[in-house]
Nanobody, 116 residues
Framework: VQLQASGGGLVQTGGSLKLSCEAF????????MSWYRRAPGKQRELVAS???????NYHDSVKGRFTISRDNAKNTVYLEMNSLKPEDTGVYFC???????????WGQGTQVTVSS
């Protein structure tokens, strides 16, 4: 199993980025897909998730700014990030999980840096 995240980078406050995470070796359509981030000096936190039925969930701090989506034909989950703030800076990881108590597969992370 492999999750390949990409799309991170350096952007100014108010800018946008779109992250992608392509999954290999799993039945993608059957998995809950999530994005987490780890900010400098902080614990990893859930940013957004999308179920196999495309039900979305967001951290309060990103509601209205970030959108998670999935393309089952491409085995890929996306995170579109708009109106970025310096506090959005961190390493973003994607996760695949069959259900909340199942084993979780993690991607390698992609760095997002928002300059003020």
């Amino acid at each position: 199993v492999q999750l390949q995240a990409s799309g991170g980078g350096l952007v100014q406050t108010g800018g946008s980025l779109k992250l992608s995470c392509e999954a290999f070796g799993i039945v993608f359509s059957a998995h809950i897909m999530s994005w987490y981030r780890r900010a400098p000096g902080k614990q990893r936190e859930l940013v957004a998730s999308i179920t196999s039925g495309s039900i979305e969930n967001y951290h309060d701090s990103v509601k209205g700014r970030f959108t998670i989506s999935r393309d089952n034909a491409k085995n890929t989950v996306y995170l579109e990030m708009n109106s970025l703030k310096p506090e959005d800076t961190g390493v973003y990881f994607c996760k695949a999980q069959r259900h909340p108590f199942a084993y979780a597969f993690w991607g390698q992370g992609t760095q997002v840096t928002v300059s003020s």
